[in-house]
């Protein structure tokens, strides 16, 4: 069964940084590329950033310049860097094998407010 664990939101002030993490089980992460997805409230969810299995990293537009997608295929985990996060950024953030697409976790809420 694929489980995927994501933590390290919060409560951060505008320009501040998080770092998040996914934890993943139930399949062979070395061969899938993962990536970060966010949905902020009334939104449609939507693909931050991805890395595939030779640690490419590929973002969208919506936060590029401000995060950094990475690996570790050790602890079959993946991580997002975010920097100067914006009120806009307020959403909760999953984790997803995107060609596959499995249920999603929990996510991880992360709040930019002053």
């Known amino acids: 069964q694929v489980q995927l664990v994501e933590s390290g939101g919060g409560l951060v002030q505008p320009g501040g940084s998080l770092r998040l993490s996914c934890a993943t089980s139930?399949?062979?992460?070395?061969?899938?590329?993962m990536g970060w997805y966010r949905q902020v409230s009334g939104k449609q969810r939507e693909l931050v950033a991805s890395?595939?299995?030779?640690?490419?990293?590929n973002y969208t537009d919506s936060m590029k310049g401000r995060v950094t997608i990475s690996r570790d295929r050790a602890k079959s985990t993946v991580s997002l860097q975010m920097n100067s996060l914006k009120p806009e950024d307020t959403a909760v953030y999953y984790c997803?094998?995107?060609?596959?697409?499995?249920?999603w976790g929990q996510g991880t809420r992360v709040t930019v407010s002053s």
């Open positions: 997803n094998r995107p060609f596959l697409m499995d249920p």
């Open positions: 139930g399949f062979h992460f070395g061969f899938y590329t």
């Open positions: 890395i595939d299995v030779a640690q490419t990293p």
